[in-house]
T-cell receptor
Framework: KNEVEQSPQNLTAQEGEFITINCSYS?????LHWLQQHPGGGIVSLFM???GKKKHGRLIATINIQEKHSSLHITASHPRDSAVYIC?????????????FGKGTKLSVKP | DSGVTQTPKHLITATGQRVTLRCSPR?????VYWYQQSLDQGLQFLIQ???????AKGNILERFSAQQFPDLHSELNLSSLELGDSALYFC???????????????FGPGTRLTVL
């Protein structure tokens, strides 16, 4: 079974700062997911990564398959980026879509 | 708006009772997933259905059951409720042809269940 670890658990930043959230997993995977959970509880899928790097606006996600590590970067952070960021990896051994989740990184961006 | 709908939004009930949570996936999505999010456990996978068939099972209690209907909507039934079942229950859907780990999942707004 895959194990997913995230760091840091909590992160406070000033508006405009560059932010990095890390995710590591224990067993090789075909894809890694980054999710954003808003303060109201809603969950949005940000990225699904199989290799390399993806960019969407100010968000960049990278993955290193050999090192079993992924990072989520936020450039020019803004208070509206305040949310919980969760990485998730597939449970190994099947072709199913069920995911194992990290405990999340709670990000607070101050104006 | 993800296109996934869940009802009800909030549910308050008593221990020992039974409730049904409903999920309508995005139009055309064949896979539906159910997740539980409690304060101490984080997000946990419960069960996946793909085109009406059970595809994968996670840490779903025997008191819980689910099904996916021919119109692809899904229901999660929770019975003999305990205080510890209080949580946010999310469903998600995906449109990939395999219902596999590389499909992007679209989450519904969740149902907040409170068991008193």
């Amino acid at each position: 079974k895959n194990e997913v670890e995230q760091s840091p658990q909590n992160l406070t930043a000033q508006e405009g700062e560059f932010i990095t959230i890390n995710c590591s997993y224990s067993v090789g995977i075909s894809a890694l997911h980054w999710l954003q959970q808003h303060p109201g509880g809603g969950i949005v899928s940000l990225f699904m990564l199989s290799s390399g790097k993806k960019k969407h606006g100010r968000l960049i996600a990278t993955i290193n398959i050999q090192e079993k590590h992924s990072s989520l970067h936020i450039t020019a952070s803004h208070p509206r980026d305040s949310a919980v960021y969760i990485c998730a990896a597939p449970e190994v051994g099947g072709s199913q879509g069920n995911l194992i989740f990290g405990k999340g990184t709670k990000l607070s961006v101050k104006p | 708006d993800s296109g996934v709908t869940q009802t009800p939004k909030h549910l308050i009930t008593a221990t020992g009772q039974r409730v049904t949570l409903r999920c309508s996936p995005r139009s055309g999505d064949l896979s539906v997933y159910w997740y539980q999010q409690s304060l101490d456990q984080g997000l946990q996978f419960l069960i996946q259905y793909y085109n009406g068939e059970e595809r994968a099972k996670g840490n779903i209690l025997e008191r819980f059951s689910a099904q996916q209907f021919p119109d692809l909507h899904s229901e999660l039934n929770l019975s003999s409720l305990e205080l510890g079942d209080s949580a946010l229950y999310f469903c998600a859907s995906s449109g990939g042809t395999s219902g596999g780990p590389t499909d992007t999942q679209y989450f519904g707004p969740g149902t907040r269940l409170t068991v008193l």
